[in-house]
Nanobody, 123 residues
Framework: QVQLVESGGGLVQAGGSLRLSCAAS????????MGWFRQAPGNEREFVAA????????RYADSVKGRFTISRDNAKNTVYLRMNSLKPEDTAVYYC????????????????WGQGTQVTVSS
């Protein structure tokens, strides 16, 4: 099974940028569809972005489309989430996840999860 470790979270002013990293071990990320999810206090875990292993198609939640970019570096066995124009509403714990499905559509399709990294966006 693949092991995932997120990093790169922190405190940032609204309008700023962060890049989250998800380092994988045990398996190569190229053989998985990868996703980012987030969970804010009082909220359910929310889909943010995914990159499918089928043709490297990317998908984004409407709330982050145009601001966030998911990518993978197979040589480094790492997936990234570049977050630009951050808003206070983006404040959450961000989780990296991996799925063996070609086109995962829900959180339940992702079988491996990282521990999460906190992102806090101040006004």
């Amino acid at each position: 099974q693949v092991q995932l470790v997120e990093s790169g979270g922190g405190l940032v002013q609204a309008g700023g940028s962060l890049r989250l990293s998800c380092a994988a071990s045990g398996r190569t990320v190229s053989s998985y569809s990868m996703g980012w999810f987030r969970q804010a206090p009082g909220n359910e875990r929310e889909f943010v972005a995914a990159i499918w292993r089928s043709a490297d198609i990317t998908r984004y939640a409407d709330s982050v489309k145009g601001r966030f970019t998911i990518s993978r570096d197979n040589a480094k066995n790492t997936v990234y989430l570049r977050m630009n124009s951050l808003k206070p509403e983006d404040t959450a714990v961000y989780y990296c996840a991996a799925s063996r499905a070609l086109v995962p559509s829900v959180a339940a399709d992702f079988g491996s999860w990282g521990q999460g990294t906190q992102v806090t966006v101040s006004s």
